[in-house]
């Protein structure tokens, strides 16, 4: 029950978060210098069909009004219509995301699995020559721009060895294989850096975890040095990398926008840039929403995973 | 793409960082770390070089020369050059300038607009404070590269104002740990206050904070510069902020996409050149942040432990003694042990400790802090932090040596034969485990039983050692029980593989004074019971003189006086005894006379070759700068001569148990 509690709690405390996503979302895009009144009837139109126009598409409101109308409808999944397409932008932002999700997930994975592995190994022989050699590959990694590397993966592993498609992606509800080989190389250039992260947070809070006192107190009741470091220190020092995802969730949902255009790649990152450069304010708007509301179930679900994780935060 | 920008990750322990608050010494520890100087030094060295890239550069990074476009390197062109043939190094070169142009320019607008924002919105407090926070968490939900392209677009292209944007949402960090600042100031403050009076208590607030919250500022913002950088790239490759007039390392990349086969030297140099700057902001920031001693990754306790197995736990091989009367399973045999670290001829922390203790007996070790008495018992079990070795002695439990005694063999003898309880009962479990987990752990160390029959067992030994509703309570976490009951699941767990001997470290030191008889009495009803040999490391005299059969009255590594504790007590022999016992608040039973030792204990590089006590003693002598040997228990030249005085009658210890 305790956990019930903590995800009502948690649920309640990212309502008034996503309101301010959303204000910030609308005034921001509404700010934006782009007319797309301009965009869509070119310079040489009269003032009358731009006047008419403005009208159309609800530009002579007041922009509380607007904020309320977009507002509204957003709770009820309508995001409006795009508009130079005129398609819906929910519908096109379910697509566009699934793709961007799909390859921040598996670059996820991949983070977790081998930084925490590396730091693993780092903290567990700490000023070694293994570990001077991670801490060195970790450091460098933690610099790399993902999309210089999205660069250099795909011109060796696409272009030269021709592993991995170049160029390109193959949705998972098609093809899994083909979906697979797609999501690879952008996948493992989002991973190299928040890796990075990942490994120098664990190996820190791992090396101050195996210098608790219950580590010397298990040593003393003869409890195996694996099973201590494995099933107690690793857990106990998994607790504080949980909020280090949810952070490097959001930053790789960013980097993602800039390695699918290195991969040539229709996600999110593509419709949000176009929707900028246009004035589309209602899918950047939509889109932008979506983003930050995917960001606020991360850190839902990271908060229940401390919590199961760490008990002294459930509520009693 | 990392953001240590934000709080939590690398970001800095704001309480750890208030110690080192004072300026100067900051400044001058950052200048004796070599990481931070030569990082530091070479940022100053590319500041030098993008001021004179004029000089510097061997073409105007913007002339295009058609004729010798997309060349490899050559002697005219060390890089090659690009699509429309601008030399690559010309353009890197000029492409510092925008990148340290670029991160200085959001660092320095992210600190002013992010501390401000922090120091007002933390004063005010209330709704403010509420609506800040929120703000602040929206900002972080939604990724910086986005935020980035739409302030882009808000504030007008180019580059300058492209940074403006990506300087405000990193103000958002900086905000935090302003705020964070504020209100721990404030909390000591209003305490202060009431003393203070009408004194200026924004001033007071103000002047306080930046100085706590610099150190943290300066690592940060060296952080945030390699990260800002990052962000120009993005910016660049993606085509916003981009100028004609201006040379970044981003936009490099952009043009090089299209011609990655061609010349692929377009796309390796400027992404090594913003991987290297990068690195050096990070460098220089966590140069920064190991020497004001934030840095928590210099530990190797664990080192020992969970890598090499098998190694022996002294620097000398185990020394033959002729086997005694001594093998009955419940004897613990220490004679003669010393413990040094740092080596062979390092500095000795135990010197030449011997005692016996039998089975139904107990041992107590009494003294000061810093005497050794907690080095011995980590010896006793070979759990001596790296770099501290037995150099010399013998430890026999049932007969069995455990001095140089494989990993192996200590690891049977932990718990199984010795077992051991600790001071803190809290942090000596596992918050994120259950008690029944850790009990079942702790018998499944030594008996090969199923999960069902560990969690029996621990349930058998939760009742052993009192606590109530033992089944119910093996699905508890640690903090769900009080001191007194977390150590008794201490002694529980201590138990779990039925050990002869037990050592027990303080174990009421840190309980409330009314608990600390009951756990007492519970490990004295559990010595009689199962027949334990008990040490118990103290400095309650009270305690000694209730439980324990002997006591080794331990100085400056010493034992200086050994024997029963009635006599010990009632007719003490070593100054250093009846100094102990004069100190004692319920022992001496004259409270109003109650004294306190003079001086305290030498570290363990100042113990002298004599007597060690010498220097606090009240009846030292020249004779006491020779070293001096234990003799009928006592270690002290003048101990004939002198006529201490010890406690009048032996019940009056109890009125500190009860």
Redesign the interface.
Known sequence: MPLVKLARDRLLASIPTLIAVSLIVFFLARATSIDPVVQILGQTASSADRAQLAQQLGLNDSLIAQYWRWLTDAVRGDLGESFFTHLSVSTTIMERLSVTLSIVAVATLLAVVVGVGLGIVGATRPGSFVDNVLSTGIISGLALPSFWLAMLLALFFGVQLGWFPAVGFVPIGEDFVGWLRTVTLPAVALAVPAGAVFARQMRSSLIETLDKDYVVTLLARGVNPRRILFSYAVKNALVPLLSVVSIQVAIMIGASFVVETVFGIQGLGTYLIDAIVKGDYPALEGAALAVGLVVIIVNFVVDIAYGVANPKVRPQ | ????V?P???AVDISATRASAAPRRTVHRILSSRKAVISGAIILGLIVIAIAAPLIAPYDPLAPDPSNALSGPTAAHWLGTDDIGRDTLSRLIYGIRTSLIASFEAVIIAVVLGVGLGLLIGYASGLADRIGM??A???????????A???A??I?TGLVNAMVGVGIIFAVSFFRITRGEVLVQRELLYVKAARVGGFRLRAILFREILPNIAPTLVVQGAIAL?MAL?VE??LG??GVGQETTQVSWGTM?NA??QY??LQ?VM??A??LA???V??LF??LG?GINESIGND????????A???R?GAPSTSRPPAVVETTAASDPATLAVSNLSVVTGGEGGTELVSAVSFEVRRGETVALVGESGCGKSMTAKAL?G?LPPGVAVSEGSVRVGGVELVGADSRTL??????RI??I?Q?SI???????TIGR?LS??VR??KRVSRKEARRSAAELLTLVGVPNAEARLSD?P?QFSGGMAQRV?IA??L??DPDVLIADEPTTALDVTIQARVLDLLMELRDRLGLAVVLITHDLGVVADSADRVAVMYAGQVVEYGEVGSVFARPQHPYTQALLDASPGVGSRVEEMATIPGSVPPPWEWSSGCRFADRCAFASRACSTAVPLVNGVRCVRADELQLRGLRREGASSDSTT
Request: hydrophobic residues 45%; aromatic residues 6%.
């Open positions: 793409m990392s953001n240590p934000r939590t990750t690398q929120r703000v968490d929206a900002f972080q939900a939604l990724p910086p590269i986005l935020l392209l739409v302030l677009s808000v007008g390699g990052l790239a993005m490759f993606l990349l090089a996409q990655q086969l692929p796309t390796i400027p992404g913003i991987t290297a990068v690195l990070n460098l966590d928590r990754n210099r530990s190797g306790r664990a080192k432990w969970f890598v197995s079990m759990l690891r049977d003898v932990r718990g199984n077992g051991m600790f803190d942090s000596s479990l596992s918050p994120v485990h850790q752990d702790a160390a030594h976490y903090h201490g767990a201590a779990a593989g």
